[in-house]
């Protein structure tokens, strides 16, 4: 923002300042005014001051949690810090971890539930042992196993592992003194690389990302299109993160200065200025006339140094922040594979049940369109669909659910649409006499599948409709039974387990034909 601006955005703030204060001033002169009319005269000054002081309370604890970030100052630490101490936020990931050992329990994909309690006990490990984990990601080229290389050297402690190809990830546990919690370095495979290959190693990359309390994010210059959307996306995933400008000995001072510059405007708003950080992690060498050229040591010093106060001052929320983040997506996760269990077993009910419904109206037609909507809602198949989802139902609750989504079909007229939708391929196929019949069964089977998959939407949202109620649900669910490939499929299943059948049915019936008569 240029000086004139600021100038005309200063003036602005201070006129809309005095007219505030003008406000103000005329609101406690009425005030005063008003209270002298019905008080006495040494009353009036303490009761208007009890009032001012109660407003201004009000305006504190109404302003409080704008006013509380400013006074931490500069920019939030973490995009999204919880408030709850450190203590509470591991107690929560513990309790997080408990509970997924409950919903395991229930998940029958064997391979699936080995993967995620293994993750779980890695959780497990880290909630009880708490190392720090800094995790440096960057593009193949920008140095990040060189600044690794760099750190090593200047930090006091035991490397964990040889230093390697960064093909895969690699680890690296070392001290760093006045801090009691070990540090794990983490070098990724490059990231932005093209191929097959190179998205599995990005894609190893960001895992590895996900697991971080820190994360470093290395560039040899100003940010790419593509950099750039990595950043976002990193300082996105809620953690602290520091962005490292590496090969500033390939630069001048100037260029250095514009560079960093440049990388502190498109980080504002996500990253504080110390946060953007210069270091030469690989110098090139001096050629010296005559002699040996001279290697210059790498300069990390000042990422070192924000990396040490960064983990002294912020370490155990750090730690704190990330084991609570990993646990919820751990938990998440392990939610949706058992939500996808529990589709597969309600959806194979509806199944079921709608082809038993389509048999039972082909053998004993019902007398009237009308009834297909109750015809279509089957109080058995809600209370199955409700044990799916760990719900005990009564019986009598299970046909008032029942009932009412029978009465929504009638009403939304989607039985009549129903009827319209399936009468044109049934009737180009069918003698006349089959017609009525393999319609209504058909009918009879495609609105209780419509309703099946309302209650399953209805169950997997913890027994409510949503904001839409239960007329949007089933809209919704007849509006997808509809789509071209599912109603294909549904066609040639009603064909097999529907009209065939009453075509053998029919053919047993009629009577022989004559020979003639030679």
Same mark, same amino acid.
């Given at each position: ?138 593009? /193949? ?37 006045? $801090? ?79 560079? $960093? ?91 079921? %049940? ?19 909507? %109750? ?30 989504? /029978? ?61 839409? /109620? ?49």
């Amino acid at each position: 923002m240029n000086t004139r601006k600021r100038l005309w955005l200063g003036l602005a703030l201070l006129l809309a300042a005095l007219v505030v204060v003008g406000i103000v001033l005329q609101t406690i002169n009425q005030l005063i005014w008003q209270l002298s009319a019905v008080l006495p005269y040494g009353l009036v000054g303490p009761v208007v001051s009890l009032l001012m002081l109660a407003a201004a309370a009000l305006l504190l604890q109404l302003a409080w949690p704008w006013l509380q970030p400013l006074l931490k100052g500069g920019i939030s630490r973490r995009a999204a810090a919880p408030s709850q101490p450190a203590a509470n936020r591991r107690e929560a990931a513990r309790q997080n971890l408990e509970a997924i050992d409950q919903t395991l329990e229930q998940v029958r994909d064997q391979v699936e539930r080995e993967l995620l309690q293994q993750e779980r006990q890695r959780m497990a490990q880290e909630l009880e042992r708490g190392d720090l984990v800094v995790v440096i990601l960057g593009a /193949g080229s920008v140095g990040k196993t060189s600044l690794i290389r760099a750190l090593l050297g200047e930090l006091v402690g035991d490397v964990g592992a040889a230093m390697g190809s960064t093909a895969i990830s690699q680890r690296y546990r070392l001290r760093l003194r006045g $801090l009691e919690r070990a540090i794990w370095l983490v070098d990724t495979p490059g990231i932005l690389e093209s191929g097959t290959d190179g998205q599995s190693r990005e894609q190893l990359a960001r895992d590895q990302a996900s697991k971080a309390d820190l994360l470093l994010l290395v560039v040899d210059g100003d940010l790419r299109r593509a950099e750039l959307e990595v950043f976002q996306a990193l300082a996105g995933l809620g953690k602290r993160l520091l962005l490292v400008l590496n090969k500033c000995d390939l630069r001048g001072e100037q260029e250095e200065a514009r560079l $960093l510059d440049l990388l502190r405007q498109r980080s504002r708003g996500k990253l504080a200025g110390a946060d953007v950080i210069p270091v030469s992690a690989s110098p090139q060498s001096i050629p010296r006339p005559g002699g040996q050229p001279l290697q210059p040591g790498p300069e990390v010093e000042s990422l070192l140094r924000r990396i040490a106060a960064v983990l002294h001052q912020d370490g155990e929320e750090l730690i704190a922040d990330n084991l609570l983040l990993q646990s919820r997506q751990l938990s998440d996760a392990s939610r949706a594979l058992l939500s996808g269990q529990r589709q597969q077993d309600a959806e194979a009910i509806v199944e079921r %049940t709608m082809w038993t419904c389509a048999g039972v109206l082909a053998v004993t037609p019902l007398p009237g369109l009308d009834l297909l909507g %109750t015809a279509a809602v089957n109080a058995q198949m809600v209370v199955e669909i409700a044990r799916v989802y760990g719900v005990q139902l009564s019986r009598q609750s299970a046909q008032d659910l029942a009932m009412s989504v /029978g009465r929504t079909l009638a009403g939304l007229g989607l039985v009549k649409g129903g009827v319209s939708l399936l009468s044109t391929s049934l009737s180009l196929s069918l003698p006349s006499l089959l017609v009525g019949r393999a319609l209504q069964a058909a009918t009879g089977a495609w609105l209780t599948r419509v309703a099946g998959l309302s209650f399953i939407t209805y169950f997997a949202q913890d027994q409510t409709w949503g904001d839409g /109620g239960i007329q949007d649900v089933v809209q919704r669910q007849f509006d997808l039974s509809r789509r071209d490939a599912d109603l294909r499929r549904f066609l040639q299943t009603a064909f097999s387990r529907v009209v065939e059948p009453l075509q053998r049915q029919q053919e047993k019936q009629l009577p022989p034909r004559r020979r003639p008569n030679r």
